[in-house]
């Protein structure tokens, strides 16, 4: 048997082929004479029988083999596509995910007969009178291009990534040496180094950078299943305006997306014969992007969902009667409380929309909910979008470094003498005003009273406020590193980010310190 | 048949000894500036950048509540990697790596309890993982 270090290799590329055979299952239960379909499907079902062959995988490779005989009879019109083969197909999905998970997990194959069993039952169906006369005369696979696709781990692509933040640290040193040395070639040779490096960096960020509608595209075959297995009708629509992001990220909004596609699917689209909707629309605002997922189904009634906090003793039925609609809308993020009066598969332990709530805050950002009785759910998530090389001010406070995106700055003021603004609320310059921002007391630093040399006018999303500075205001380019597990609850530093010295600095994040 | 044997990286902290069991990124960095962190525990000094990674630093004296009033202008760490993320004990002096056959429970402690003995008896007290990163609340 191959070695086993090749294992994680076959379960990487098999996932990103399982996600494209569900896609196009999907497409072909809408069009089930495609043959163009049908041809893509085969090479992709072969395409999996070769990698499972490789890693000595026998039962999948003959459980893959069993799919292709079915798509091959296809091909050749030897057999018709019709709901039950697709259904069988979805379920055997199901299967192999399993089996992957088993291989992944346990380094063995689950017993998969049964499956293999019903496959060759369905090429029974086979229409032999006209095979004679349908059959191509070119097998499937002569005619299929072969693509060449090449698996990189993040680990392996974040490794690479670090060594070019140290390069490029290098480059910005030698920069600043030649801006003093008066020597015009060697400057020009430091430029040019300089766009190259940062052409490399974004070359090295675009293949990290995935579209949106590639990572998504298993998601309809996930509200299938589940609406399937409910008895419901629904519909998904995905709109991803085209939006790519690094793949690491997308990875943790899919997780997100699939508890509340989960939900949506099983507590908020009614059985009802009309048919059910999920709208999952993604946006990007200054710098922060919007995840909505809009149901059209029953709604919450928050009644009853505090109802279920009293009964399951999260809150007494006192303290329940004084509650706003707003405080009661938390305790459906609260494991505990679940509005599925049955405990299935799907969802209704009540730990679902606590565990996306978690994990929407691990990733920096928050969630709330709008939901109408008969009308539906909507849940909007806001996630700031991560950094990567930016130009910012950077500037000293009691010995902590700062920096701010200069992008938030709308201008930086000369104060004409050091002013103590300790107890300023707001700042007046040409008329405007502009509410003070107090870093002294967002971190708790008591006991001084600095006097101020400068002040950043901040324009954000309609909110204008002033950030005092003691002295020290530079301007730099700057590479954000991934936020150290300390920052975890701190909701004022967005990140850290590295200075052309190789100095570690504190990112603020503006959009809560508003 | 032989022992199974547990690899460890041993430090100083002022005359004491003690180890770190060997992880990936270890190593001795030394270095004189240091990012402070406002309204963070005792426990963490600051960060360093080193080798393309933010390096979180810990004031060991204060994990292990030890009193000792030694300045060193340059200072030092060792570092380890958990989970993806750099961390990097201040301590006084580097050690050597040594390979050890049996490790022992001190039951009066509740943190920091696993230890062996050197060749001439001393005990050395082994800071596992876990316990670190309890102790400076990551797991919160």
Redesign the interface.
């Known amino acids: 048997m191959i070695s086993t270090k090749y294992k994680d290799l076959y379960l990487s590329t098999t996932k990103e082929q399982f996600k494209k055979l569900s896609t196009l299952l999907l497409y072909l239960e809408k069009k089930p004479a495609s043959q163009n379909l049908i041809e893509n499907i085969f090479r992709l079902i072969h395409s999996m029988k070769g990698a499972a062959a490789t890693m000595s995988y026998k039962k999948t490779v003959n459980l893959l083999h069993a799919m292709e005989s079915v798509v091959d009879a296809a091909y050749n019109g030897d057999l018709r596509i019709n709901q039950k083969i697709l259904n069988s197909f979805f379920d055997i999905l199901d299967i192999l995910k399993q089996n992957f998970n088993s291989i992944d997990k346990h380094n063995k194959e689950i017993v998969l007969t049964k499956q293999i069993k019903l496959i060759k039952t369905l090429l029974n169906q086979k229409n032999t009178k006209d095979a004679s006369k349908q059959k191509k005369e070119k097998h499937i696979l002569g005619s299929l291009p072969s693509v060449a696709e090449l698996t990189v781990s993040t680990d392996k692509l974040d490794?690479i990534?670090?060594?070019l933040?140290?390069l490029l640290i290098n480059a910005m040193k030698i920069k600043n040496k030649a801006k003093g040395s008066e020597d015009v070639d060697f400057l020009k040779v430091c430029v040019d180094n300089d766009k190259i490096l940062a052409n490399l960096r974004r070359q090295l960020e675009k293949i990290r950078i995935v579209p949106l509608k590639d990572v998504l595209s298993s998601l309809p075959y996930l509200v299938r299943e589940i609406a399937r297995n409910e008895n419901k009708q629904v519909e998904i629509v995905i709109k991803d305006h085209n939006i790519s992001l690094d793949k690491a990220i997308v990875d943790e909004i899919v997780e997100i997306l699939i508890q509340l596609l989960k939900n949506a699917v099983a507590h908020g689209i009614a059985s009802k014969p009309v048919k059910g909707k999920i709208i999952v629309d993604f946006s990007l605002v200054g710098d922060r992007m919007y995840i909505s997922v809009e149901d059209n189904g029953q709604g919450i009634n928050w009644q009853d969902i505090l109802a279920l906090a009293i009964k399951n003793k999260i809150i007494s039925s006192q303290k329940a009667k004084t509650m706003t609609i707003d405080q009661i809308k938390k305790f459906i993020f609260q494991a505990g409380i679940s509005k599925g009066r049955n405990l299935n598969t799907v969802s209704g332990r009540g730990i679902g929309l606590s565990l996306v709530k978690a994990k929407t805050e691990e990733l920096g950002g928050s969630i709330e909910v709008i939901s109408k009785i008969n009308k539906g759910t909507k849940f909007i998530i806001d996630l700031p979008q991560p950094l990567s090389v930016f130009r910012s001010i950077i500037f000293n406070l009691l010995?902590?470094?700062f920096a701010l995106p200069l992008d938030f700055i709308d201008k930086i003021i000369n104060l004409d003498d050091v002013k103590n603004l300790n107890k300023t609320k707001i700042f007046t310059y040409k008329k405007n005003k502009y509410k003070l921002i107090s870093l002294l007391n967002i971190?708790?630093?008591k006991n001084f009273e600095p006097l101020y040399k400068y002040i950043a006018l901040i324009n954000y999303k309609g909110s204008k406020v002033a950030l005092p500075i003691i002295r020290q205001v530079q301007e730099d380019e700057l590479i954000m590193?991934?936020?150290?597990?300390?920052f975890?609850?701190?909701k004022y530093i967005k990140g850290?980010a590295?200075s052309a010295q190789?100095?570690?600095?504190?990112v603020l994040d503006i959009n809560n310190l508003i | 048949m032989t022992a199974r044997s547990e690899k460890f990286i041993l430090f100083y902290i002022g005359d004491e000894q003690y180890a770190l069991p060997v992880l990936i990124g270890n190593q001795f960095i030394e270095f004189e500036n240091m990012t402070l962190i406002p309204k963070i525990s005792q426990k963490i000094k600051g960060l360093i950048y080193h080798n393309g990674n933010i390096v979180t630093i810990i004031d060991t004296k204060e994990l292990l509540n030890i009193k000792i009033l030694q300045k060193n202008k340059q200072l030092m760490c060792l570092t380890f990697e958990a989970d993806g993320y750099y961390y990097g004990l201040l301590v006084d002096q580097g050690g050597e790596t040594l390979a050890v056959n049996k490790t022992f429970n001190d039951r009066h402690k509740k943190v920091f309890s696993k230890y062996f003995r050197t060749k001439d008896k001393k005990k050395v007290y082994i800071l596992d993982i876990d316990d670190i990163l309890s102790q400076i609340n990551i797991y919160d």
Do not use: E
């Open positions: 490794d990534g670090n060594s933040d140290d010995g902590y470094v971190f708790d630093i590193k991934k936020a150290p597990l300390i975890k609850n701190n850290v590295v190789g100095q570690a600095i504190l």
